[in-house]
């Protein structure tokens, strides 16, 4: 079954212009900041009774719709375009220099996972809620990160594009 699919995209700048409404809107009424990360640990303070996860602010779980959003978007996206629900084992360029068998994939995403846990919680946040909401207040420290983000995307990218890929 296929939704919206004779629609054309929408152009990056009507997109650019609703995460700005979206980021104002959660700063001027509900004084509040736009960031993935944090959304994770409110799933996490389900399931966990660690003190990390019942400090204050992850109480009120105002984030829940927003991640609910994320992943009907996911689903409109994929049943528009056809795909439906499927694991999906292709690493593009990797898989053509390496050749990994499932198991060392989902051993190479679960290390790639933990390295932007652990470098989410080194910035203080992920980079939409560095990137977005910390650059558009002028966060000192968020433009320290999103530059920091950049630089490591860019350097890794043509590392893994130029080098192991070649």
């Given at each position: 079954?296929l939704?919206?699919h004779?629609?054309?995209p929408?152009?990056w700048a009507?997109?650019g ?8 809107v ?8 736009l960031?993935?990360?944090s959304?994770?640990e409110d799933i996490c303070?389900?399931a966990?009774n ?5 400090r204050?602010e ?8 927003f ?11 994929a049943a528009s375009?056809?795909h439906g629900?499927q ?6 360029m990797?898989?053509?220099?390496f050749?990994?068998?499932?198991p060392a994939?989902?051993?190479?995403f679960?290390a790639g996972g933990i390295?932007?846990?652990f ?12 990137g977005?909401y910390g650059?558009?207040r002028l966060?000192?420290s968020s433009?320290k990160?999103?530059l920091?983000?950049m630089?490591?995307g860019?350097v890794?990218?043509?590392?893994i594009?130029?080098?192991l890929?070649?």
């Amino acid at each position: 079954m296929l939704l919206l699919h004779e629609l054309s995209p929408m152009h990056w700048a009507l997109a650019g212009l609703a995460i700005a409404a979206i980021t104002l809107v959660l700063q001027y009424v509900a004084n509040r900041g736009l960031g993935l990360s944090s959304g994770l640990e409110d799933i996490c303070s389900l399931a966990s009774n660690a003190p990390y996860f019942r400090r204050p602010e992850l109480q009120d779980r105002w984030r829940f719709p927003f991640l609910f959003g994320l992943f009907i978007g996911g689903a409109v996206s994929a049943a528009s375009a056809g795909h439906g629900w499927q694991v999906i084992w292709s690493a593009g360029m990797l898989d053509d220099a390496f050749h990994f068998s499932r198991p060392a994939k989902l051993a190479w995403f679960f290390a790639g996972g933990i390295c932007i846990g652990f470098g989410t919680r080194m910035a203080g946040g992920c980079t939409s809620g560095h990137g977005i909401y910390g650059m558009a207040r002028l966060q000192p420290s968020s433009i320290k990160a999103t530059l920091s983000f950049m630089a490591v995307g860019t350097v890794m990218s043509n590392m893994i594009y130029r080098v192991l890929c070649a």
